[in-house]
């Protein structure tokens, strides 16, 4: 049995009309959503790692671990997107710390899961924080109203 695939053509001379749609905007809309919530989350599930006392159960601290390593993955490819001349220091430092972390794994001492999951956790609190930092930065400016007056336009003196 042969397959073959045939080629139609629109009836008519000219091709079928598409109605253009301004989505850009809505777009952006939902991917400021989703990486508010992403962020959001990698900020709570940090902050209850840095809450887990170093007596908890290695278990408790292998799974908490774990998410925080999906997180911070997720961060630093938000922060790699930024341009290296962009970003902030802090910024930097997460990403370098990252690096390190991701390369050395925690220490085979008593505490070093624990300080390892802690670690993490700090450097996904300082990726949440740049990428906030870095969308305010790029929001556009709006008039500010003043009341009895009449509003102030973005970059007036």
Known sequence: MQEHAEESEPAGDSPTPTAGTGLGAAVLQITDAVEGHAETEAERIAL?????PHTH???AIASMT???LTRVEGLAAGIEYIPVGLRSTRGSRA???WKT???KGPAADPLGTWSYM???AHVACDMVHTL??????EQPTAFVGRPGMPPIAP???
Not at 132 to 137: D, F, H, I, Q, V
């Open 95 to 97: 990403l370098a710390r």
């Open 132 to 137: 906030r930092e870095r969308r305010a930065a």
């Open 48 to 52: 209850a790692a840095l809450a887990l």
């Open 155 to 157: 970059g007036a003196p």
């Open 66 to 68: 774990d998410r925080l």
């Open 118 to 120: 802690r670690d993490l």
């Open 101 to 103: 972390l991701k390369v």
């Open 57 to 59: 159960g290695a278990m």
